[in-house]
């Protein structure tokens, strides 16, 4: 969607290597999350960043980590790979938090083998 | 955090069918929201409810706040190719406004 970028868009990675997965906004927007989708799941939380370095865990952050040295910026990092993460990542932006909705990125399909 | 429950996980329909779907929570809110995801994109916002009882549309979309205020129905009506996807009921965090719980979606197939 205009204003809000994921790269890559695709990955095939190695079980063990880290991986970094980008998100960025033109929409200085205060809050971005990292979302990822399963089937049988829907959307889960991984990590949301309520500011320039601010950020906090969702429901699923064990193994991923994120950072935001910039407004537009926010990076999401799994460790040391594993399969179980392999999954459809989403990145979303908020200008006032969640009751308004989010603005999603178009996802980053991510493959651990 | 609270459960969302949302069904049926997917439905098979022809063309010019009505649709039917809803969410059901643990909780109370004051806020639901209907998404859908086309195939290979992100979710994008359909309808927002905001008071118990509310019934809102959106062309062949209506969106119902249920009056105990731990559901919400959408429906869709006379169902059209591009009507496929996956639909996501949403609601916000208790203790934390800013993030959203989606249920499970719906994965809808229109066959013409």
């Known amino acids: 969607d205009a204003g809000i970028t994921q790269s890559p868009r695709h990955k095939v990675t190695e079980t063990g290597t880290p991986v970094t997965l980008r998100c960025h906004q033109t929409?200085?927007?205060?809050?971005m999350y990292w979302y990822r989708q399963d089937p049988g799941h829907g959307l889960r939380l991984i990590h949301y960043?309520?500011?320039?370095?601010?950020?906090d865990k969702g429901e699923v952050s064990d193994g991923y980590s994120v950072s935001r040295s910039k407004t537009e910026d926010f990076l999401l990092t799994l460790e040391s790979a594993t399969s179980s993460q392999t999954s459809v990542y989403f990145c979303?932006?908020?200008?006032?938090?969640?009751?308004?909705?989010?603005?999603f990125g178009s996802g980053t399909r991510l493959t651990v083998v | 955090g609270q459960q969302l429950n949302q069904s049926p996980q997917s439905m098979f329909i022809q063309e010019g069918e009505d649709v039917s779907m809803n969410c059901t929570s643990s909780?109370?809110?004051?806020?639901w929201l209907w998404y859908k995801q086309d195939p290979g994109e992100g979710p994008v916002l359909l309808i927002a409810?905001?008071?118990?009882?509310e019934l809102t549309s959106n062309g062949r979309l209506t969106a119902q706040f249920g009056i105990t205020r731990k559901d919400s129905f959408l429906n869709i009506s006379a169902s059209i190719p591009s009507d496929v996807g996956i639909y996501f009921c949403?609601?916000?965090?208790?203790?934390?406004?800013?993030?959203?719980?989606f249920g499970e979606g719906t994965q809808l197939t229109v066959n013409p």
């Open positions: 949403a609601l916000p965090e208790e203790t934390s406004g800013s993030r959203l719980t």
């Open positions: 960043s309520y500011g320039v370095k601010d950020t």
């Open positions: 909780s109370i809110f004051n806020t």
């Open positions: 979303a932006i908020s200008e006032t938090g969640s009751s308004l909705g989010y603005t």
């Open positions: 929409e200085n927007h205060r809050y």
């Open positions: 409810l905001y008071k118990a009882g």
